[in-house]
T-cell receptor, first 112, second 113 residues
Framework: GNSVTQMEGPVTLSEEAFLTINCTYT??????LFWYVQYPGEGLQLLLK?????DKGSNKGFEATYRKETTSFHLEKGSVQVSDSAVYFCALRLYNFNKFYFGSGTKLNVKP | EAGVTQFPSHSVIEKGQTVTLRCDPISGHDNLYWYRRVMGKEIKFLLH????????ESGMPNNRFLAERTGGTYSTLKVQPAELEDSGVYFCASSQTGGIEAFFGQGTRLTVV
């Protein structure tokens, strides 16, 4: 089947620390991969995406590389800020099957 | 351009009552999706409309849930009668045909007591 597994939170970091949130997937086809973010009181926003193997998605200092050999799409940021505090969701989407499959979300708390 | 809008933002109802959630997608988006996140778990797919037709309703939990999209514009999701396990955050999303990205609303937090 299709599923996404991401590390459980919450993750608590100090400002300017390095962030990694692990995400692995299983898919019956060739998926596109996404990271969505939900800031407090807001909806889900697309953070970054990658559509084929070895693609790197990047946005707002966050990066994730589509690794087909390890079926992973880990989210990284070199220096987190308090404003990055949010819940991060990893997701996959198969081209012909419009729906997304999401992970359980990882809450990130960044302390000043 | 307005994003995906959901109403209400919060709803607290008693077990056995009826609740109707509404979603207004981005204008021109033929695809509309409903998802649900229960108890901090993963966000799960409920169903997918293409215009007014149900393309995939494989995620609907049971027949207490009824989704409609009359005229292919806004959509409603009715829960009747509500049970305690229906509590969670209901998200709506829309996308263009062939578009890889889906745009999500803020969600409706439903609490059944």
């Amino acid at each position: 089947g299709n599923s996404v597994t991401q590390m459980e939170g919450p993750v608590t970091l100090s400002e300017e620390a390095f962030l990694t949130i692990n995400c692995t997937y299983t898919a019956t086809g060739y998926p596109s991969l996404f990271w969505y973010v939900q800031y407090p009181g807001e909806g889900l926003q697309l953070l970054l995406k990658a559509t084929k193997a070895d693609d790197k998605g990047s946005n707002k200092g966050f990066e994730a590389t589509y690794r087909k050999e390890t079926t992973s799409f880990h989210l990284e940021k070199g220096s987190v800020q308090v404003s990055d505090s949010a819940v991060y969701f990893c997701a996959l989407r198969l081209y012909n099957f419009n729906k997304f499959y999401f992970g359980s979300g990882t809450k990130l708390n960044v302390k000043p | 351009e307005a994003g995906v809008t959901q109403f209400p933002s919060h709803s607290v109802i008693e077990k056995g009552q009826t609740v109707t959630l509404r979603c207004d997608p981005i204008s021109g988006h033929d695809n509309l999706y409903w998802y649900r996140r229960v108890m901090g778990k993963e966000i799960k797919f409920l169903l997918h409309f293409v215009k007014e037709s149900k393309q995939d309703e494989s995620g609907m939990p049971n027949n207490r849930f009824l989704a409609e999209r009359t005229g292919g514009t806004y959509s409603t999701l009715k829960v009747q009668p509500a049970e305690l396990e229906d509590s969670g955050v209901y998200f709506c999303a829309s996308s263009q045909t062939g578009g890889i990205e889906a745009f999500f609303g803020q969600g409706t937090r439903l609490t059944v007591v």
